[in-house]
């Protein structure tokens, strides 16, 4: 593995952690940010490139997107200097955003036209898990490119929790489904803690009997001590990134005719917090204004049923 070359494309929260565990396990690596102070923290870093995506297509064996969506894959690839005219022969690019699958298929295409696997990758664990090396990834695309590549996620992901899910679209919404799943329990729970307190149980006893019982989950074993009752309130995710995952997957569950009775709700919660002023506010602190976003959705729903 160290005689191949890794790209990491943005290295933000998740992006950051993901090329830091690359390097400890000693893997020659090119990374590339649109922020200077991004780059210049890797700069100088023994087996480390500073390098455009056009740079790095033309010579690693994979690279690896950590990039807010898919509009910023797409920029890196135009162009003579970009990804697409660049790439060498059996490049495998790895899309680590959360992304409409619509989206995805398309792209996935285009690369593949310029002799490019395309592989798009839901992650989960957070920051914490990219820190750590111990992401889950869910997987779709080109089973062989996968296999061919899979010995690459060692370092940054958990051996047993990488996931090959099936063709284009499928990492994504997988990721989708899960983030779906992950917030609307992130909410319930702060609905609970709210009954709580107002019965004049603390919030930090409920969530032991929680976590002692079957209503447990990542929310409250994770969560809740860790960026709540730690009064830390740094889960380090915006409000907009939870409302802007809601939003694709309430559109996938439309478009698969599938229904997202309880998504649905779930993502009108968080855009009234955006009307709340909290769009690049840390999510935990949802906990703190909860009530208040909750009667003024609950109050625009009945305006709406009056409509």
Same mark, same amino acid.
């Given at each position: 593995m160290n005689t191949q070359i890794v790209g990491v494309v943005g290295l933000g929260n998740m992006g950051g952690g993901v090329a830091r565990n690359f390097h400890k396990a000693g893997v020659k690596l090119m990374v590339w940010d649109v922020a200077e102070a991004a780059r210049t923290a890797f700069a100088g870093l023994e087996g480390v490139t500073v390098a455009t995506p056009g740079?790095?297509?033309?010579q690693c064996t994979a690279m690896f997107f950590v990039v807010p969506a898919t509009p910023e894959i797409v920029d890196s690839f135009e162009g003579q200097d970009g990804v697409l005219?660049?790439?060498?022969?059996?490049?495998?690019?790895?899309?680590?955003?959360? @992304?409409?699958?619509?989206?995805?298929?398309?792209?996935?295409?285009?690369?593949?036209?310029? $002799?490019?696997?395309?592989?798009?990758?839901?992650? @989960?664990?957070?920051?914490?898990g990219a820190d750590a090396g111990t992401l889950t990834l869910m997987i779709g695309g080109e089973r062989e490119a996968f296999d061919a590549?899979?010995?690459?996620?060692?370092?940054? %992901?958990?051996?047993?929790?990488?996931?090959?899910?099936?063709?284009? $679209?499928? $990492?994504?919404t997988m990721k989708l489904i899960h983030n779906m799943i992950c917030h609307t329990c992130f909410l319930v729970t702060c609905e609970g803690g709210r009954m709580a307190e107002k019965a004049g149980i603390a919030l930090g006893d409920m969530i032991s009997v929680v !976590?002692?019982? !079957?209503?447990?989950?990542? /929310?409250?074993? *994770? =969560?809740?001590?860790r960026h709540i009752l730690s009064g830390k309130w740094d889960a380090r995710s915006r409000v907009y990134n939870l409302r802007k995952d809601l939003t694709m997957a309430v559109a996938q569950a439309d478009a698969l005719d599938s229904g997202a009775a309880l998504g649905t709700v779930t993502r009108d919660f968080l855009n009234v917090a955006i009307e709340h002023g909290m769009?690049?506010?840390?999510? @935990? =602190?949802?906990?703190?204004?909860?009530?208040?976003?909750? *009667?003024?959705?609950? /109050? %625009?729903?009945?305006?709406?049923?009056?409509?």
């Open positions: 740079e790095m297509a033309a005219a660049k790439a060498r022969d059996g490049l495998v690019v790895y899309d680590f955003t959360t @992304s409409d699958p619509e989206a995805t298929k398309p792209l996935a295409a285009r690369a593949a036209a310029s $002799g490019i696997a395309y592989l798009d990758a839901g992650m @989960s664990g957070g920051a914490t590549t899979r010995p690459l996620l060692e370092p940054i %992901a958990d051996p047993e929790k990488i996931f090959y899910l099936g063709p284009s $679209g499928a $990492g994504h !976590n002692a019982s !079957n209503a447990r989950s990542y /929310a409250s074993e *994770v =969560r809740f001590p769009t690049d506010t840390d999510y @935990s =602190r949802l906990y703190e204004r909860f009530d208040e976003i909750m *009667v003024d959705m609950m /109050a %625009a729903k009945a305006r709406q049923a009056v409509e």
